[in-house]
T-cell receptor, first 115, second 113 residues
C-alpha cells in the first residue's frame, strides 16, 4: 500500500536555528496537509495545499513558519528561527481530492526537539 | 464552531473485555465524524468515518461507532479488546468543504493482559 513519506524521522536543533521537514504524498493526491501535534494533544492543522496553492494557512505562524509545494507534489515546511515551543511532532497527510469524503493518509511524522 | 470533546483522557481495560471510548461533538449542521488511531511514534490511521449514511458505522479491526444526534455523541466501541489495540485514539470532525480536520484531545487506551 502506498504511503506518505516524511523525513527526517527525528530532528534535534538549537533554538534560533533553521529547520526544514520534507513530505512526499501518495502519488496522485492533490491535497496535502501539514499538522503539528504537541505532546499529549491532538494534531492541529498548520497549512493545507490544493495542488501547489495554499487553501488554508490561518493557523500557520507566518513570522517564522513557511511552507511550499512548488510543483504540486512534494512539500517542505520550514521554521526559522526555531523556538523551544516548536518542539512537537510534525505530521504530513495527503488525500486524493480533499473534502470530508476523501480520507487522509498520514505519514509517520517528524519529531522535532528544540534545545 | 465545530468541535469534538473526548470525555476520557485515559481508559484501561483487560484483554477480552469491551472497549468504550466516548466522544461528544458540537456542530451547527450534520457533521462528518471520524475516529483515528495512533500507535506510538507512528502516524494516524483512519478507523472509521460517519458521513450521514448509516448511523452505525463499522470500521477496521472490529471497531464500530454509533452517531446519536439526540445526544451529540459518536462513541467508539469494540466487543473484545486485544493487546494490539493499545494506542491513542482521536475523535475528529471535518470542517468546511476543504476537509479540514479538527481533532479531539485524544484518549489513551491501555489493555491489560
Amino acid at each position: 500500500e502506498a504511503e506518505v513519506a516524511q523525513s527526517p524521522r527525528y530532528k534535534i536543533t538549537e533554538k534560533s536555528q533553521a529547520v526544514a521537514f520534507w513530505c512526499d504524498p501518495i502519488s496522485g493526491h492533490a491535497t496535502l496537509y501539514w499538522y503539528r501535534q504537541i505532546l499529549g494533544q491532538g494534531p492541529e492543522l498548520l497549512v493545507q495545499f490544493q495542488d501547489e496553492s495554499v487553501v488554508d494557512d490561518s493557523q500557520l505562524p507566518k513570522d517564522r513558519f513557511s511552507a511550499e509545494r512548488l510543483k504540486g507534489v512534494d512539500s517542505t515546511l520550514k521554521i526559522q528561527p526555531a523556538e523551544l515551543g516548536d518542539s512537537a511532532m510534525y505530521l504530513c497527510a495527503s488525500s486524493l481530492i480533499g473534502g470530508s469524503n476523501s480520507p487522509l493518509h498520514f505519514g509517520n511524522g517528524t519529531r522535532l526537539t528544540v534545545t | 464552531a465545530q468541535s469534538v470533546t473526548q470525555l476520557d483522557s485515559h481508559v484501561s481495560v483487560s484483554e477480552g473485555t469491551p472497549v468504550l471510548l466516548r466522544c461528544n461533538y458540537s456542530s451547527s449542521y450534520s457533521p462528518s465524524l471520524f475516529w483515528y488511531v495512533q500507535h506510538p511514534n507512528k502516524g494516524l490511521q483512519l478507523l472509521l468515518k460517519y458521513t450521514s449514511a448509516a448511523t452505525l458505522v463499522k470500521g477496521i479491526n472490529g471497531f464500530e461507532a454509533e452517531f446519536k444526534k439526540s445526544e451529540t455523541s459518536f462513541h467508539l466501541t469494540k466487543p473484545s479488546a486485544h493487546m494490539s489495540d493499545a494506542a491513542e485514539y482521536f475523535c475528529v470532525v471535518s470542517v468546511g468543504q476543504g476537509g479540514k480536520l479538527i481533532f479531539g484531545q485524544g484518549t489513551e487506551l491501555s489493555v491489560k493482559p
